[in-house]
């Protein structure tokens, strides 16, 4: 099992930027694709960003991005720290949410990477809220 810990987020004036971490302790090794979801009041969780390894030796990565934070958001990794980021920029009040970080135990391709049953493990949640 993979524990997952996010922290960064808060109270930040539109236009202004944020960068959400998500550190990862546990069977780390076996989260090869991760992402980040967000709920915001009285609506479904939805997808934000996913970062996924790739190629035969798991050596290269893939992102994918929901489209309305395309351009904005960028999900990186750091496998040394076995941290995942978000750095967002150009926030507006519609991104306010909580925002999830989560793990799955195999890659994903193309649209499963946006499927929040396929991923396994989930963190606790970071609130963003963007003020117009």
């Known amino acids: 099992q993979v524990q997952l810990v996010e922290s960064g987020g808060g109270l930040v004036q539109a236009g202004g930027s944020l960068r959400l971490s998500c550190a990862a302790s546990?069977?780390?090794?076996?989260?090869?694709?991760m992402g980040w979801f967000r709920q915001a009041p009285e609506k479904e969780r939805e997808f934000v960003a996913a970062i996924t390894w790739r190629g035969a030796w798991l050596t290269g990565s893939r992102t994918y991005y929901a489209d309305s934070v395309k351009g904005r958001f960028t999900i990186s990794r750091d496998n040394a720290k076995n941290t995942v980021y978000l750095q967002m920029n150009g926030l507006n009040p519609e991104d306010t949410a909580v925002y999830y970080c989560?793990?799955?135990?195999?890659?994903?391709?193309?649209?499963?990477?946006?499927?929040?049953?396929?991923?396994?493990?989930w963190g606790q949640g970071t609130q963003v809220t963007v003020s117009s």
């Open positions: 546990g069977r780390t090794f076996s989260s090869p694709a």
């Open positions: 989560a793990a799955r135990g195999d890659v994903c391709s193309g649209n499963d990477c946006y499927r929040a049953a396929e991923f396994g493990s």
